[in-house]
């Protein structure tokens, strides 16, 4: 069964910094194409990070480009976001997704980031 | 980027009645290999998204057959056949074409 696990989410000041992390399990994680999407409670999704199969293609949108790195661990099944300088208009809740925009799209459950003061 | 644009934003339904949802892109989401990369995904209340369609009119796995998919060039649709209890949520469609990926704002879906 496939399972995608956050981690590391939390409440942090602006300016500061935090790493999520994203256990992998129930599939072959170097095949697949990673990403990271978020949602404010109660709102849309926005999609913030992706990665590829070996990490050498990597993108993302604009609001966290140059503040976001997105990077894998193809050994230890994991999928990370460090993220630094944080905003309050960064706070949501923070999904891996598996091969978003391909069919066997999957997500986990997600992690919460507060950047408050 | 590609702006997203779904209707109706709610859509009260009465179980045993079809639904539809509608979606709109500000470009087209077909990609070379032939393919709309536009994908439907239902979050159920306290729940992640789940992939309903994928790439336009597709059914995911484990997906009722009374969902279908549909649609060209930047017009696209999400039906349901005969809506049950289960179904309500909200439903979202998301271009993959090209990064960043864009959301529709969401279909919340009630049961009347």
């Known amino acids: 069964e496939v399972h995608l696990v956050e981690s590391g989410g939390g409440l942090v000041q602006p300016g500061g910094s935090l790493r999520l992390s994203c256990a992998a399990s129930g599939f072959t994680f170097s095949t697949y194409w990673m990403h990271w999407v978020r949602q404010v409670p109660g709102k849309g999704l926005v999609w913030v990070a992706r990665t590829n199969e070996d990490g050498t293609t990597i993108n993302y949108a604009d609001s966290v480009k140059g503040r976001f790195t997105i990077y894998r661990d193809n050994a230890e099944n994991t999928l990370y976001l460090q993220m630094m300088s944080l905003r309050a208009e960064d706070t949501a809740l923070y999904y891996c997704?598996?091969?978003?925009?391909?069919?066997?799209?999957?997500w986990g459950q997600g992690s919460l980031v507060t950047v408050s003061s | 980027d590609i702006v997203v644009t779904q209707s109706p934003l709610s859509l009260p339904v009465t179980p045993g009645e079809p639904a539809s949802i509608s979606c709109r892109t500000s470009q087209s989401p077909l990609h070379r290999n032939g393919n709309n990369f536009l994908d439907w995904y239902l979050q159920k209340p306290g729940q992640s998204p789940q992939l309903l369609i994928y790439l336009g009119s597709n059914r995911a796995s484990g997906v009722p057959d009374r969902f279908s998919g549909s649609g060209s060039g930047t017009d696209f649709t999400l039906k349901i056949s005969r809506v049950e209890a289960e179904d309500v949520g909200v439903y979202y469609c998301m271009q993959g074409l090209q990064t960043p990926y864009t959301f529709g704002q969401g279909t919340k879906l009630e049961i009347k």
């Open positions: 997704v598996r091969d978003l925009a391909g069919k066997d799209s999957y």
